[in-house]
């Protein structure tokens, strides 16, 4: 059974920092790309980064570029989003998902987490 399961949001200060985790089970995550997104209110499903589970070759959004690092851990099939000098602009529900290739098309994955809320404030 596929599943991934979000963590690490919380409320944080413009310019702060916090790390996104996304546990993986069910799958080989070396054979998936997984993406993480994001949905403020009134908003649509927006790509943020994405990675290659084999390579570890990411992607990311031209809005987060500088500021955030995607990551991989295979031991722990774990894929991480470090988010660092966070404005107000950048809170949203956080998602991650798996799918077949590498884009920022929410679309095109296959497999959802629930979601991780961030609230950046102060």
């Known amino acids: 059974q596929v599943q991934l399961v979000e963590s690490g949001g919380g409320l944080v200060q413009p310019g702060g920092s916090l790390r996104l985790s996304c546990a993986t089970s069910?799958?080989?995550?070396?054979?998936?790309?997984i993406g993480w997104f994001r949905q403020a209110p009134g908003k649509e499903r927006e790509g943020v980064s994405c990675?290659?589970?084999?390579?570890?070759?990411?992607y990311y959004a031209d809005s987060v570029k500088g500021r955030f690092t995607i990551s991989r851990d295979s031991a722990e099939n774990t894929v991480y989003l470090q988010m660092n000098s966070l404005k107000p602009e950048d809170t949203a529900v956080f998602y991650c998902?798996?799918?077949?290739?590498?884009?920022?098309?929410?679309?095109?994955?296959?497999?959802w987490g629930q979601g991780t809320q961030v609230t950046v404030s102060s």
């Open positions: 998902a798996a799918g077949e290739i590498a884009t920022m098309n929410a679309r095109l994955y296959d497999y």
């Open positions: 990675i290659n589970g084999g390579d570890g070759s990411t």
């Open positions: 069910g799958f080989t995550l070396e054979h998936w790309y």
